[in-house]
């Protein structure tokens, strides 16, 4: 069937688009994680020859059932167990949907980890930066501070809390701090140079130390 040839169901989802308050095929593809082309795809009456998993994302993001939807993109279509190997669609769905639960905060914190990943010499470096900033205002740098906002806003987000801040004086600890130079004992003063993180119990970087000289007499 050529492409001029396949049914446009262009109106149809852009009413369901306007009812779920969603503004554009972009929009909608970003909020449930599909490819545009599937969109493109079920607009041009090629719903059957989508996978269930992702008409069933469609549907959450169009607010709507999974039948509604195949009700208006694949009209005469009528579910049943002849037609569906695995079973009827119903129970498909309600799989798909038990499983996207169950998914959900595990893909989550991936995709957190991920993020964290990429984000690892900003984590490390801007603290320093900052503080050197601070010390002395006229640095050029002073400048860039209220764009890391966001970022730090982000960080309050997922639970990620720095350690100890740049200068302060800590007792050393093997399991939250990592020593740059020399050696020190646990409970020992060291000053904190770059920051570390941990993230609810769990530690993401240690915090890099120096141990703390005593004043020469």
Do not use: C
């Amino acid at each position: 069937m050529s492409e001029s040839a396949l049914p446009d169901y262009t109106p149809q989802l852009q009413e369901l688009m306007q009812r779920a308050g969603v503004s554009s095929l972009e929009e909608l593809s970003q909020n449930i994680g599909v490819s545009p082309l599937q969109i493109i795809r079920l607009r041009r009456g090629l719903a059957l020859q989508t996978p269930v998993g992702i008409l069933l994302k469609i549907s959450q993001g169009l607010k709507i059932s999974l039948n509604e939807l195949l009700a208006i993109f694949a009209p005469g279509f009528v579910p049943s167990e002849e037609q569906t190997p695995g079973g009827n669609l119903k129970q498909e769905y309600q799989h798909l949907q038990t499983q996207m639960e169950q998914q959900r905060s595990v893909l989550l914190e991936e995709f957190q980890r991920e993020s964290l990943h990429l984000l690892e010499s900003w984590l490390l470096q801007w603290p320093t930066v900052v503080y050197r900033v601070q010390e002395n205002p006229q640095l050029p740098g002073s400048k860039l501070l209220p764009f890391v906002r966001p970022v730090e806003q982000l960080m309050r987000q997922w639970g990620v809390e720095a350690i100890a801040p740049v200068g302060a004086q800590v007792p050393y600890d093997l399991h939250l701090h990592q020593l740059l130079e020399g050696t020190a004992q646990p409970g020992e003063q060291v000053i904190v140079r770059y920051t570390g993180y941990r993230q609810g119990n769990k530690l993401l970087y240690r915090a890099k130390v120096s141990p703390v000289k005593e004043p020469s007499t």
